[in-house]
């Protein structure tokens, strides 16, 4: 299947109730210790599970559902359709908690991008965003972009999607779906179906070694989402 250019970057509107960077109080995020990641295929998907506790999970789940989450527009042209609620900040700061959470816990990752050479992963993206999937919402196929990091420059190489609920919560759906092409196959691939597990943390290549993926529609609960 050829690739198109899907990923999809809407700014939120501001509204007068949007809080700003400096009225916004992140949750906190504790570093763990003996958390397994798990690989479930080389160089493209892990997990790593309970990187937030319970305790933290409500906290985010109270955090994202205070915020005036926005639905996401109509899909333009070659976009894929995506269907939820969301919102983004800018904070450097935040992204460093995020990352010095996750680094003790990740393994070598590789990197497709010619423009750097000798390339280590040096943070996390500082645009955060949070998203809300409700009964009927979903994120179509597509691939996730390497995009420019505004406040450093770097170029993103990996997703990250933290689950702020799961099935624990009753969620039924709402799987993020790899489709992995099939060798010998033209159109066949495997589902690779990560399970959706609250407090884990979901990292898959992006950019050019991206694999096609959706985020399949919920049918019960509520499906948030830290990126």
């Known amino acids: 299947m050829p690739r198109k250019k899907t990923e999809l970057l809407h700014q939120t509107s501001v509204t007068q109730s949007r809080p700003t960077q400096g009225e916004l109080q992140w949750p906190t995020i504790s570093v763990k210790e003996g958390l397994e990641c798990q690989e479930l295929i080389p160089d493209q998907i892990y997990i790593i599970d309970d990187f937030l506790s319970r305790e933290e999970c409500a906290l985010f789940s109270k955090f994202i559902t205070g915020l005036p989450l926005v639905a996401t527009p109509p899909p333009k042209k070659g976009e894929a359709s995506r269907v939820n609620h969301r919102i983004s900040f800018q904070s450097k700061d935040f992204a460093e908690v995020i990352y010095n959470a996750l680094l003790p ?8 991008e010619t423009r750097v050479s000798d390339a280590v992963p040096a943070g996390c993206n500082s645009n955060i965003r949070l998203y809300k999937y409700g009964p009927g919402e979903y994120f179509g196929p597509h691939y996730d972009e390497s995009v420019r990091d505004k406040c450093t420059g770097w170029w993103s190489e ?8 799961g099935r624990e919560d009753g969620i039924d759906g709402g799987q993020t779906v790899f489709f992995k ?7 066949n691939t495997e589902e690779i179906v ?8 979901l990292i898959h290549r992006h950019g050019r070694a991206c694999m096609l993926h959706e985020g399949r ?9 830290l990126r």
């Open 105 to 112: 816990h990740l393994p070598p990752l590789p990197c497709s």
């Open 217 to 225: 529609e919920v049918k019960a609960g509520t499906k948030l989402v």
């Open 158 to 165: 990996w997703t990250v999607l933290i689950y702020i609920s």
């Open 194 to 201: 990560p399970p959706l597990t609250r407090g884990s943390a």
């Open 181 to 187: 092409p099939i060798p010998g196959s033209k159109n």
